[in-house]
């Protein structure tokens, strides 16, 4: 049986962490956001609110339903702040040894009855609900990016998730709008076990100088009407984490077809990992983005 969800607690205050808090707010949820950084909840704040302005403005949404979502979004620097949520996501960096930390040291001040969800593209959740006090309330909510407009969310079972866990997520993942499609726990489960591989293909088309940066982008907008080029997406995603979800792929299948390609290693070594840093595929820190390639 579904366990009902009043509060729910946001950890990472990124890309995701925002979109996340925006729709669970939006959806009357009361949220509270973590991370490490006061400097990134402020930052957050002010995306979410430029994000519910621009729905305002697009009259998607009223302007009272921007001030109401708004004032249901705390923020927390520590995570004694989310003791009282009756569901905590996760969704900081795509590093394992990161994601272990947090759910330690979550567990040691949340309710005992409280759900645990990591927002992870990729890592075992078999694996990370072991580092909880809790594997039977624990499950992968995937949350796709960005979150405010994306349709779907991925639903992972770890091998101890009990029925009124998955049941609760489910529902909780209908109140804020989205349609789900149930994953197995292997690794980047479903969206990402296709994806990816076609983004790192893509950057060894580039490597392997078979076309630019440009030519890869339009051959795929235009020749495949994907909505993004493939390198464009990689830069929206953080390449940050499409080195971490294709090392998850490569290491957990065994397969040197999920090799990530070096240019990819190399961009993410220069600390070029996309829009986040202004700098990956493209430049952003003109007027308008230049391919880097
Ligand atoms: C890595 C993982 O683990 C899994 C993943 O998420 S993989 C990534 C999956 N995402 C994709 O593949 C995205 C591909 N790109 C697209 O679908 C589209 O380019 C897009 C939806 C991002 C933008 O679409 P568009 O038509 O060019 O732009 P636009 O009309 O401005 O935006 C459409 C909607 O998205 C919203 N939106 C666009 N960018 C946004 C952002 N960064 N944050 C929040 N909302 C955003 C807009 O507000 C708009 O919302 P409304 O429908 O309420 O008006
Ligand atoms: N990007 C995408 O398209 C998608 C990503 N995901 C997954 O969502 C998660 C977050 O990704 P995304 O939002 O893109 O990443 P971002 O890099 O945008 O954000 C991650 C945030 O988490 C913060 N953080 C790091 N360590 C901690 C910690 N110990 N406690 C609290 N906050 C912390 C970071 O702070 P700081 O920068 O200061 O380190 C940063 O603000 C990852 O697991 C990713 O795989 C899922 C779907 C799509």
Redesign the pocket.
Known sequence: MAVTIKKVGVIGSG??G??IA?VAALAGFDVVLNDISDERLKSAMATING?LS??VA?Q?ITEDARKKALARITSAETLDGLADCDLVIETAVEKEEVKRKIFHELCAVLKPEAIVAT?S??ISITRLAASTDRPEKFIGI?????????ELVELIRGIATDDSTFETAKEFVGKVGKQIAVSEDFPAFI??RI??PMINEAIYTLYEGVGNVEAIDAAMKLGAH???GPLE?AD??GLD??LS?MQVLHEGLADSKYRPCPLLVKYVEAGWLGRKTQRGFYDYRGDKPVPTR
């Open positions: 890309q995701m925002n979109g925006h994000h621009r729905q697009k998607h927002n593209s990729s995937h949350f796709m990016n960005p979150v405010p407009a994306m969206v990402n994806l990816l994907h909505p993004m997406l929206f995603i984490t499409c979800i």
